[in-house]
């Protein structure tokens, strides 16, 4: 399973890549949203995106609304991984095409949670 990890920030890429390593994912980061679609038509299309949504160049939301306008990326699993905390962003996130919404600070529990909820784990993983 491949994961992209889109963050501007460079400790959050590397708190979420080990996450996600760890569960066996191999990883690809970009620092916006830009980049990240950019990666993505290039070939490296994920299994799961983890996105923040406050980013220079391409925020999250844009990015969320540009893959699900690409039947060809309809499959790839969109996680919001922000600090956006406002009902009303998380609404608009999932109604954009995001599938799950984590809140940060986060634990790593609470992202392998959700990725087990997703289906993204295997059965050993998600024990």
Not at 34 to 51: H, N, R, T, Y
Not at 99 to 107: A, L, R, S
Request: with cysteine; proline share 3%; charged share 25%.
């Amino acid at each position: 399973m491949r994961a992209l990890i889109i963050d501007d920030s460079r400790t959050m890429r590397s708190i979420l890549r080990r996450i996600v390593t760890g569960l066996g994912f191999e990883t690809a980061e970009a620092g916006d949203g830009q980049e990240a679609l950019d990666a993505m038509e290039a070939g490296f299309v994920p299994d799961l995106c983890l996105i923040d949504w406050n980013m220079p160049v391409m925020d999250g939301y844009t990015f969320v609304t540009r893959v699900r306008d690409r039947e060809e990326w309809r499959d790839v699993t969109l996680m919001m991984v922000t600090t956006e905390s406002e009902h009303s962003q998380i609404v608009r996130a999932l109604a954009a095409g995001a599938h799950e919404y984590v809140i940060k600070p986060f634990t790593p529990d609470a992202i392998i949670d959700k990725l087990d909820l997703l289906g993204l784990l295997t059965t050993q993983e998600a024990v």
